[in-house]
């Protein structure tokens, strides 16, 4: 089965920029989409189609993907930001299924 | 706005079903166009998908519960519902519906209903 790798924990002082990859063999080749999940509350689509972003979330949030490597980026992190990650791909070659990455605490300091 | 509401109950015993209902607000439930999938999250642990339903009543399961997972829909309630079989401790967990507008991938959740398998 296909498995996307993440770290588990990234800190960052408020108006930094905050950095969450996501591994995957060949991750390139697929469309990698991002997932906020605070503590409590449904998960919320960040980031779609590798770097699109649904209405409404803010132009802080951005990704990109190439080789083995996709990766979420959150420019001037505000206090709010603080959540779990997780990235997530179609994996259409193997077991047809929906897989998700490990997930990535972000703690803003 | 399209909600989703997951229903059912908190405990089940060992070796139960769980049984769990979503129930969809605010958009062309059966329209035809949209995957419907249950996903969990165990404590402390990530998200793992369970499997999907098209309008239409075809299933994806995942293969590490296939064995032991059903998911049906009623589209004159709005509803698609989730029952697991041969339930353990290892199954408690936080339980999410999600639509996939056949994009693969999540663009509305239900808020998540915690199920704890105990006698």
């Known amino acids: 089965s296909y498995v996307l790798t993440q770290p588990p924990s990234v800190s960052v002082a408020p108006g930094q920029t905050a950095t969450i990859t996501c591994g995957g063999n060949?991750?390139?080749?697929?469309?990698v989409h991002w997932y906020q999940h605070k503590p409590g509350q449904a998960p919320v689509l960040v980031v779609y189609d590798d770097s699109d972003r649904p209405s409404g979330i803010p132009e802080r949030f951005s990704g990109s993907n190439s080789g083995n490597t996709a990766t979420l980026t959150i420019s001037r992190v505000e206090v709010g930001d603080e959540a779990d990650y997780y990235c997530q791909v179609w994996d259409s070659s193997g077991d047809h299924t929906y897989v998700f990455g490990t997930g990535t605490k972000v703690t803003v300091l | 706005q399209v909600q989703l509401q997951e229903s059912g109950p908190a405990l089940v015993k060992p070796s139960q079903t769980l049984s769990l209902t979503c129930t969809v607000s605010g958009g062309s439930f059966s329209s035809g166009r949209y995957y419907w999938s249950w996903i969990r999250q165990p404590a402390g642990k990530g998200l793992e998908w369970i499997g999907r339903i098209w309008t239409s009543g075809s299933t994806t399961y995942n293969p590490s519960l296939k064995s032991r997972v059903t998911i049906s829909v009623d589209t004159s309630k709005s509803q698609f519902s989730l029952k697991l079989s041969s339930v353990t401790a290892a199954d408690t967990a936080v339980y999410y519906c999600a639509r996939d507008l056949n994009k693969d991938y999540f663009d509305y959740w239900g808020q998540g209903t915690l199920v704890a398998v105990s006698s």
């Open positions: 060949n991750i390139g080749s697929k469309s």
